[in-house]
């Protein structure tokens, strides 16, 4: 089964932060949907969502997340581990194969270390240290990979994960508008746009 995710999402991590960018364009097959989409979702004080697929989709998976969170804080006294939040995310994808979520999601948080999991159709999911999904990616990742070193600064990592997703906003038509950026760190998200120009 061939899916079409039109839409282009980055991360990558630091030392201090987990970065993930994302356009604002919502396509429907070669029609331009929307212009102003929020595809970077917030599913707890320490762990976004990056999205590409469809968004009823993403709005019931994003909810399942902020439940787990807030029922493992409730009973534990603590932040749910990221890879707890992955792992749970994974299963239930899989759980549903049969009758598939149609989306592709970049997790990015922070417990004792930044964080970043690309989480596939069906569930399968990896830890990495960059990843792009969405039509977009691989003129994404190509950029990514070309720059990226463990050692980044901070503005460094943004300043690459906007130049990446710029990139795509230039040859992929389903990519476009402005660019949203979460930062995870120990101390919190901090969220801010960019032009895509």
Do not use: C
């Amino acid at each position: 089964m061939k899916v079409l995710r039109g839409t282009t999402t980055v991360g990558l991590v630091t030392k201090t932060a987990a970065v993930v960018a994302a356009d604002r364009r919502a396509s429907s097959g070669t029609y331009v949907a929307h212009k102003a989409v929020k595809k970077i979702v917030k599913v707890a004080d320490h762990a976004v969502l990056t999205t590409a697929g469809l968004v009823a989709d993403t709005q019931i998976l994003a909810s399942l997340l902020r439940i787990k969170s807030a029922e493992y804080s409730l009973v534990n006294k603590t932040r749910i581990p990221v890879k707890a939040l992955a792992s749970y995310l994974s299963l239930v994808l899989n759980t549903y194969k049969y009758s598939p979520f149609i989306v592709q999601f970049i997790l990015a948080g922070y417990d004792d270390r930044p964080r970043l999991y690309n989480i596939e159709f069906f569930g399968d999911y990896f830890e990495e240290l960059y990843t792009a999904t969405g039509s977009g990616s691989p003129i994404a990742i190509g950029v990514i990979e070309s720059e990226y070193s463990e050692n980044l600064s901070e503005e460094r990592a943004v300043e690459l994960a906007v130049k990446a997703v710029r990139s795509s906003i230039k040859r992929d038509v389903f990519t476009g508008e402005a660019i949203d950026v979460a930062v995870v760190r120990a101390s919190g998200i901090e969220e801010f746009s960019y032009r895509a120009g």
